[in-house]
């Protein structure tokens, strides 16, 4: 017996069942108005969501086969609204990319940053300006006082010498540290003396009272008195200081009938140095300041003593 042709074909059965939910759509409506006639307290909300829920339980799963028959695909849930068919439901939004600003702009790499409390590495200091080369400076100066020709000096150790300085002479060797730089500011044009000369004893001259009136500096400074050179060597003096006055200011002390010889072997450009020293003054300084068009001169007075001038030789 062929079961397709008794009417039980997919075709009957849907008909069956339409014919079934309308029925009882149709009972459900006569049972509606029933309860709404008899019962006025109940709202008429209340009577169509039970007529919702009635026809709820009457909903059959989807027996076509063409929809793949009972095993088809499950109920899609209401609440994701209606999907395309074979089609899948997308993905969820992300709910904070609603807030988020635009992505920074990538900029060059800033480094790791220090750690908290960590204080950042300062920053080097600049290296310190090199001070200026100093120019070259010689200061020559007179011995102190010497003793007349029916007078008498006295040497280091109190005993007349008529080769030494007088009582004043060793009072003005004793007051020039102050003058260059051992205690208190220099005067101006002079400087702290590097390297002393004073002369040696020769066959032209003893030279003790220029390497007594230096003692003194020589001491409080703690700067050796050079005695290379003696009376006749001035040429070869003033090269000699001139190319020692690269390390620092020299001082030299020297005749004062030889100290012009000394100037001119310098080549000194202006003004010009006097041509002698006069025989009476044992209080000035002579100073010769490198430039570079040549040696430049002036002239400082001591006045370390009552009675020293100020006048400058002419």
């Not at 300062?122 to 003793?147: D, S």
């Not at 003790?208 to 005695?227: A, F, H, K, Q, Y």
């Not at 010889?261 to 020293?277: D, F, R």
Request: glycine residues 12%.
């Amino acid at each position: 017996m062929n079961h397709r042709s008794a009417g039980h074909s997919p075709w009957s059965r849907r008909a069956l069942l339409r014919s079934v939910i309308a029925g009882a759509a149709l009972a459900a409506t006569v049972t509606i108005q029933g309860s709404g006639s008899g019962d006025p307290g109940q709202p008429e909300a209340l009577a169509d969501r039970t007529h919702t829920s009635q026809l709820a339980e009457l909903s059959l799963p989807n027996t076509d086969p063409r929809a793949g028959g009972a095993s088809g695909s499950p109920t899609a849930d209401p609440a994701a609204g209606p999907t395309a068919a074979g089609a899948s439901a997308p993905p969820a939004a992300d709910p904070m990319a609603a807030v988020s600003g635009p992505a920074p702009v990538s900029g060059p790499a800033a480094g790791p940053s220090p750690a908290v409390g960590q204080q950042p590495a300062a920053a080097p200091e600049p290296a310190a300006a090199p001070e200026p080369a100093q120019a070259r400076t010689i200061m020559v100066i007179r011995h102190g006082e010497k003793p007349s020709k029916s007078g008498t000096g006295i040497d280091p150790a109190g005993r007349p010498d008529s080769h030494s300085l007088t009582q004043r002479g060793w009072s003005r060797a004793n007051n020039l540290p102050d003058l260059f730089g051992g205690g208190g500011p220099l005067r101006p044009g002079l400087a702290k003396p590097k390297v002393i000369y004073a002369a040696h004893a020769n066959g032209l001259g003893e030279g003790t009272r220029t390497r007594e009136t230096v003692r003194s500096v020589s001491s409080r400074l703690n700067v050796p008195i050079d005695t290379s050179f003696g009376k006749g060597d001035e040429a070869a003096l003033a090269r000699q200081a001139a190319a020692a006055a690269e390390k620092g200011p020299v001082l030299v002390c020297w005749q004062h009938g030889e100290i012009p010889a000394i100037a001119s072997a310098l080549k000194v450009v202006g003004p010009q140095p006097p041509k002698t020293w006069p025989d009476d003054r044992y209080d000035m300084v002579w100073t010769f300041t490198e430039t570079p068009q040549g040696w430049t001169f002036s002239q400082v007075p001591e006045m370390v003593l009552a009675g020293d001038s100020a006048q400058t030789f002419r």
